[in-house]
């Protein structure tokens, strides 16, 4: 029977072309919207590494001023400073506690081509340690990382992205060549393959939805080589003396770090370590504020920077409400639809048809509007989203893309949707009385 109310409905569709394209395009108009919006909240808050998301906290101390919190916020203790002083980062990272860690920082400086005809450019520079690579599950195209000796010896080594690579080494195996940047020869050890985690969660604060950085080496490198600072840099006193050691000795907060705790018993261990090493510090005349050590994983840590903008999630609920009226002009179509079919439902009545019968036949009908709404809801919200491309750019690239799972979701939506706005109409369709449509034949 399913078969047979299938050939009906797209026979009653094709009756009435220019009322069921009126429905299938009211319909395409709300998902299209929808799926726009619900596609870029969807990959905004998706977990960026979800293997190993529970594992990975994002450290933070509350080394700020005593007069006033870093930052306002509705919780009863204020949120420390989102990043670290350099003191912090590498005192952590000597204590070695943690089953892997990573302290980080961003900063830039000019790449010079080997090639003469080649011009000399910017890239970024992401300062980190050798585990970062493991931690974040980094895919490489050629060799490795460096290892631990290089951090500690201060290696002139790099680790190169992909595009990097492909542009200064033509994307052949540059492992073991010469890379000049910032006045200085680096030896390549490693080249990363396409890696764009998003959002990028190990550094939110400096972008959320920007591209990884270019070029990586070992994060002492700030210090011997006096690397510029990129990112967010905030102080609260400024710092004692002048130059780039006073800086890195000062209370100014410009480095993040992360460390890898694979259960909750190293967690645990972990934050007692913080705060043992937090009392430490107190006691050196440093830390005036309460205690307020925080580990946060991916997912909270996301949640609680508000990777997921406001807006966005206004302009979802707007579409949702769009679809909403969209599907109330639906519903008077479907009456109206429904009412010109009065004659037949009041014969097919007459000739042995129950209510429930007419019903499914009905919902299929509406159903396949729906399937029909949704298809080409699909494809406004490609549009929708090469929309957003364009008005964005690179910044919301990766975010502006359908997937299986929105496709689904799209088809489901529509369909749903349709029979929802069709159970009224065809309720009244059904309880026609066929002697009077009998009688008027």
Same mark, same amino acid.
């Given at each position: 029977?399913?078969?047979?109310?299938?050939?009906?409905?797209?026979?009653?569709?094709?009756?009435?072309?220019?009322?069921?394209?009126?429905?299938?395009?009211?319909?395409?108009?709300?998902?299209?919207?929808?799926?726009?919006?619900?596609?870029?909240?969807?990959?905004?808050?998706?977990?960026?590494?979800?293997?190993?998301?529970?594992?990975?906290?994002?450290?933070?101390?509350?080394?700020?001023?005593?007069?006033?919190?870093?930052?306002?916020?509705?919780?009863?203790?204020?949120?420390?400073?989102?990043?670290?002083?350099?003191?912090?980062?590498?005192?952590?990272?000597?204590?070695?506690?943690?089953?892997?860690?990573?302290?980080?920082?961003?900063?830039?400086?000019?790449?010079?081509?080997?090639?003469?005809?080649?011009?000399?450019?910017?890239?970024?520079?992401?300062?980190?340690?050798?585990?970062?690579?493991?931690?974040?599950?980094?895919?490489?195209?050629?060799?490795?990382?460096?290892?631990?000796?290089?951090?500690?010896?201060?290696?002139?080594?790099?680790?190169?992205?992909?595009?990097?690579?492909?542009?200064?080494?033509?994307?052949?195996?540059?492992?073991?060549?010469?890379?000049?940047?910032?006045?200085?020869?680096?030896?390549?050890?490693?080249?990363?393959?396409?890696?764009?985690?998003?959002?990028?969660?190990?550094?939110?604060?400096?972008?959320?939805?920007?591209?990884?950085?270019?070029?990586?080496?070992?994060?002492?490198?700030?210090?011997?080589?006096?690397?510029?600072?990129w990112g967010n840099v905030n102080c609260w006193k400024t710092p004692e003396g002048e130059g780039f050691k006073a800086f890195l000795r000062s209370?100014?907060?410009?480095?993040?770090?992360?460390?890898?705790?694979?259960?909750?018993?190293?967690?645990?261990?972990?934050?007692?370590?913080?705060?043992?090493?937090?009392?430490?510090?107190?006691?050196?005349?440093?830390?005036?504020?309460?205690?307020?050590?925080?580990?946060?994983?991916?997912?909270?840590?996301?949640?609680?920077?508000?990777?997921?903008?406001?807006?966005?999630?206004?302009?979802?609920?707007?579409?949702?409400?769009?679809?909403?009226?969209?599907?109330?002009?639906?519903?008077? +179509? &479907?009456?109206?639809?429904? $009412?010109?079919? !009065?004659?037949?439902?009041?014969?097919? *009545? @007459?000739?042995?048809?129950?209510? =429930?019968?007419?019903?499914?036949?009905?919902?299929?009908?509406?159903?396949?509007?729906?399937?029909?709404?949704?298809?080409?809801?699909?494809?406004?919200?490609?549009?929708?989203?090469?929309?957003?491309?364009?008005?964005?750019?690179?910044?919301?690239?990766?975010?502006?893309?359908?997937?299986?799972?929105?496709?689904?979701?799209?088809? +489901? &939506?529509?369909?749903?949707? $349709?029979?929802? !706005?069709?159970?009224?109409?065809?309720? *009244? @369709?059904?309880?026609?009385?066929? =002697?009077?449509?009998?009688?008027?034949?």
């Amino acid at each position: 029977m399913f078969t047979y109310y299938l050939k009906l409905a797209f026979k009653s569709i094709k009756r009435n072309p220019i009322l069921s394209t009126l429905m299938v395009m009211a319909i395409a108009l709300g998902i299209g919207a929808s799926i726009t919006t619900i596609t870029v909240n969807y990959l905004m808050s998706a977990d960026p590494i979800p293997q190993k998301s529970q594992q990975l906290f994002y450290v933070q101390v509350d080394s700020w001023d005593p007069n006033e919190a870093y930052s306002d916020n509705s919780d009863e203790v204020a949120p420390p400073p989102s990043q670290l002083t350099y003191t912090e980062a590498t005192n952590l990272m000597a204590a070695k506690r943690a089953y892997k860690q990573t302290a980080m920082a961003k900063s830039g400086g000019i790449i010079e081509p080997q090639s003469q005809d080649a011009k000399p450019f910017e890239a970024s520079i992401r300062l980190t340690f050798a585990d970062f690579f493991s931690m974040f599950d980094v895919p490489f195209q050629y060799g490795n990382s460096w290892d631990e000796q290089s951090d500690i010896n201060r290696d002139l080594v790099v680790v190169l992205s992909k595009n990097i690579n492909d542009k200064v080494f033509g994307g052949e195996n540059s492992v073991g060549k010469n890379f000049i940047m910032s006045g200085k020869t680096f030896r390549v050890i490693g080249v990363m393959d396409n890696w764009q985690p998003v959002p990028k969660f190990y550094d939110i604060g400096n972008g959320a939805f920007d591209l990884p950085e270019e070029v990586y080496m070992p994060f002492y490198l700030k210090e011997e080589l006096e690397l510029p600072n990129w990112g967010n840099v905030n102080c609260w006193k400024t710092p004692e003396g002048e130059g780039f050691k006073a800086f890195l000795r000062s209370e100014c907060i410009n480095f993040q770090m992360w460390v890898e705790l694979p259960t909750l018993g190293d967690k645990a261990d972990y934050l007692s370590f913080l705060n043992n090493y937090v009392t430490e510090q107190k006691e050196l005349g440093r830390f005036p504020r309460p205690l307020n050590n925080r580990l946060s994983d991916v997912m909270t840590w996301m949640e609680s920077q508000k990777v997921v903008d406001r807006d966005a999630k206004l302009m979802m609920w707007l579409s949702f409400m769009f679809l909403l009226v969209c599907l109330l002009n639906t519903i008077g +179509l &479907l009456l109206a639809k429904f $009412s010109g079919k !009065a004659a037949e439902i009041g014969l097919r *009545r @007459a000739v042995g048809a129950s209510k =429930a019968e007419l019903f499914k036949q009905h919902i299929i009908e509406a159903a396949c509007i729906g399937l029909l709404g949704g298809i080409v809801g699909l494809g406004l919200a490609f549009l929708g989203l090469q929309g957003v491309k364009s008005l964005y750019g690179d910044f919301i690239d990766n975010l502006a893309t359908l997937d299986t799972n929105m496709v689904i979701l799209a088809l +489901l &939506l529509a369909v749903v949707s $349709s029979v929802l !706005a069709g159970l009224y109409p065809t309720w *009244r @369709a059904c309880n026609i009385a066929p =002697a009077s449509q009998l009688k008027s034949q």
